[in-house]
T-cell receptor
């Protein structure tokens, strides 16, 4: 059983298109995240979301928007794709509590914008 | 501005020997540190963590050491196995990071038979 899953695994699209990446977790976690790993291999937080608040990294363009239909899902919508959006996008989840949290990651979605 | 630094992009170790991966951080408000292992075309897999109230945490062949005064942590793998070959990411969180993980750039470990 995959704890955190993402679809699609690969996504090739043209500049200017709108696309979505789906993420699902079956861990019963209440907080989900999106990370971007760029060409320099840095993993950087884009969003964190639970049913109470959405925290957005201020460097993320507003073309990117997370949508959560329920606690187990956090999808990433990207409008007007640009060449620089090409990267690997990872979804993660954790249980938010009083103590430190361990995040569990999905397998990643490799996005290539042509 | 990198708050978590892994200054060695790669490390090569002989099977059976010790692997030591290092990580430095600049933010003294970090209070939780994690190591993730990543194989190509897969997501990062949680390996081991340590809270700032401890200086050592051990799990089987993996031990993480934390030196708060030096803002330094290290991951020891003993004995190293070829299956340990992967990219290892150090990550930190704490007050000011809003629960989010701040990652280092990773160190690619190669364990040779």
């Amino acid at each position: 059983d995959t704890a955190v899953s993402q679809t699609p695994k690969y996504l090739v699209t043209q500049m200017g298109n709108d696309k979505s990446i789906k993420c699902e977790q079956n861990l019963g976690h209440d907080t989900m995240y999106w990370y971007k790993q760029d060409s320099k291999k840095f993993l950087k937080i884009m969003f964190s979301y639970n049913n109470k608040e959405l925290i957005i990294n201020e460097t993320v363009p507003n073309r990117f928007s997370p949508k959560s239909p329920d606690k187990a899902h956090l999808n990433l919508h990207i409008n007007s794709l640009e060449l620089g959006d090409s990267a690997v996008y990872f979804c993660a989840s954790s249980r938010r509590g009083d103590g430190p949290e361990t995040q569990y990651f999905g397998p990643g979605t490799r996005l290539l914008v042509l | 501005d990198q708050q978590v630094k892994q200054n060695s992009p790669s490390l090569s170790v002989q099977e059976g020997r010790i692997s030591i991966l290092n990580c430095d951080y600049t933010n003294s408000m970090f209070d939780y540190f994690l190591w993730y292992k990543k194989y190509p075309a897969e997501g990062p897999t949680f390996l081991i963590s340590i809270s700032s109230i401890k200086d050592k945490n051990e799990d089987g062949r993996f031990t993480v050491f934390l030196n708060k005064s030096a803002k330094h942590l290290s991951l020891h793998i003993v004995p190293s196995q070829p299956g340990d070959s992967a990219v290892y990411f150090c990550a930190a969180s704490g007050w000011g990071s809003q629960g989010n993980l701040i990652f280092g750039k990773g160190t690619k470990l190669s364990v040779k038979p």
